[in-house]
């Protein structure tokens, strides 16, 4: 039996190139789209371009996530504006919540943000998300919590504060009456977050709607579990090289 092919990036600790960044954020729209992850054209996932000042990369306005490929991603400054020639519009007032997060978050080299009907409906719950499951339990105390202040846009900058203030170090944060968003240190960490985060917000509701009660466990048992998860450089690494072999073999275009 002939030996699965390397990972696309064999050291997860290696600074990536914005080639390879493009590739990594393409395949990250492609999977987002793949997985039932989007809201038509709208929504983002950005990633830090390594270098001096601050920029981005980021999807096209107007693009299918699942049309997104690597070379149409386009190159903006922390305002969200084009720091390339392009064809494609940009949306400013969408990164709004992005440049908040790369600027002033710890570990936001990438952040992603969706609008799942699973995402929202936690969202609007007042309890948050309950340690329901053991994929729930690693989100203990790993969430944070960020209030509606209405269409996040560039008329309303003192919000980017208060995001960065509400994320503080930890990687997810669920948007009252909106979303939810990850960061990470990697493109693939990232979705790692938003994969698992997403999971977890299914199983609550699927709990929620059988009508029976639900089980919650002790904190020290939900600690313990959570702290069971491996954390570090490569979080959700050995998933990612698998995603992109996916990707390689079933649209290979998102690479172009």
Request: net charge negative.
């Amino acid at each position: 039996m002939p030996l699965p092919p390397p990972p696309v990036r064999p050291d997860p600790n290696q600074i990536p190139t914005e080639a390879e960044l493009r590739r990594d954020l393409a395949a990250a729209y492609r999977l987002i789209a793949m997985f039932g992850m989007t809201d038509l054209v709208f929504t983002h996932l950005s990633v830090r371009v390594p270098g001096e000042g601050h920029r981005f990369l980021v999807n096209p306005y107007g693009l299918l996530f699942e049309e997104v490929t690597a070379s149409s991603l386009v190159l903006v400054d922390a305002d969200g504006e084009p720091a390339q020639e392009t064809s494609w519009p940009v949306n400013p007032a969408g990164f709004v919540i992005h440049s908040a997060l790369h600027r002033g978050a710890p570990n936001a080299a990438c952040v992603m943000h969706t609008h799942t009907l699973a995402g929202m409906a936690v969202a609007a719950q007042q309890g948050g998300l309950l340690p329901l499951n053991q994929i729930s339990m690693e989100f203990h105390d790993r969430v944070a919590i960020h209030g509606y202040e209405g269409v996040a846009d560039e008329d309303n900058l003192s919000e980017r504060e208060r995001l960065v203030q509400d994320m503080g170090d930890r990687p997810c944060m669920i948007l009252r009456h909106h979303g939810l968003l990850t960061v990470g240190a990697t493109v693939a960490e990232a979705f790692y977050w938003m994969w698992y985060l997403e999971q977890s917000c299914r199983i609550q509701l699927a709990a929620q709607s059988s009508g029976a009660p639900l089980a919650i466990l002790p904190e020290a048992v939900v600690l313990r579990a959570r702290d069971q998860f491996s954390e570090g450089p490569t979080k959700g690494w050995l998933p990612w090289q698998a995603l992109r072999r996916k990707l390689d073999r079933e649209q290979p275009d998102y690479a172009e």
